[in-house]
């Protein structure tokens, strides 16, 4: 069976400090890879997605980057955190698109608060 | 751009009842649409996937339809019990079939 796992889980940082989420897949090969944001009183919004390594797409400008190192790794780091940037970061996966099959499954997310 | 809605925002229900969550989206062009609990704290758990030549899809007690002409899905649970109180998210595909576009929820509360 497939596991995705998050660290850390929770972290408090100041602001301008630079950040380093990991993300990493067990149990499938060649995955869709995703960072979603979930903010304090906003719907979850997706931040970049990845269909390989060195891939990546971004959906909204900010200040966050993503790096995809290996096959089931995924990374969300910035430079200089702002305040904005607080909230719930979440992780998913899908296999590859094959037909219709696209299921999004998630993982258990990183609460993040910068002070 | 796609938007999503979900109402109500909340809903309190004692146990036993069956209940309606509804769901629209503005652009009926989607690729697949999926419902999600999410308990306090915790991150997102996929009840069903509705595939957009499917209408409906069934999990149990739970029971998903969508509509695309209308742009609707609706999640129906039946004999609710107190272990479903939780925030159900919709989110259905972007035209490209990549990102989930989500609506803010429905956040369950089921008393005993």
């Known amino acids: 069976s497939q596991t995705i796992h998050q660290w850390p889980a929770t972290l408090v940082q100041p602001v301008g400090s630079p950040l380093s989420l990991e993300c990493t897949v067990e149990?499938?090969?060649?995955?869709?890879l995703y960072w979603y944001r979930q903010a304090a009183g906003r719907g979850l919004q997706l931040l970049f997605y990845s269909v390989g390594i060195g891939q990546i797409s971004s959906e909204v400008p900010q200040n966050l980057s993503a790096s995809r190192p290996q096959d089931r790794q995924f990374i969300l780091s910035s430079k200089k955190l702002l305040l904005s940037d607080s909230g719930f970061y979440l992780c998913?996966?899908?296999?590859?698109?094959?037909?219709?099959?696209?299921?999004?499954?998630f993982g258990p997310g990183t609460r993040l608060t910068v002070l | 751009k796609q938007e999503v809605t979900q109402i109500p925002a909340a809903l309190s229900v004692p146990e036993g009842e069956n209940l309606v969550l509804n769901c629209s989206f503005t652009d009926s062009a989607i690729y697949n649409l999926q419902w999600f609990r999410q308990d306090p704290g915790k991150g997102l758990t996929s009840l069903l996937l509705i595939q957009s030549s499917q209408r409906e899809q069934t999990s149990g007690r739970l029971n998903a339809s969508l509509d695309k002409s209308s742009g609707r899905s609706t999640l129906y649970i039946a004999a609710s019990q107190p272990g479903d109180s939780a925030t159900y998210l919709c989110?259905?595909?972007?035209?490209?079939?990549?990102?989930?576009?989500f609506g803010k929820g429905t956040t369950l509360s089921v008393s005993s």
């Open positions: 149990g499938t090969s060649n995955p869709n």
């Open positions: 989110a259905p595909y972007n035209q490209a079939g990549t990102a989930l576009i």
């Open positions: 998913a996966w899908s296999r590859l698109r094959q037909g219709t099959y696209n299921e999004q499954f």
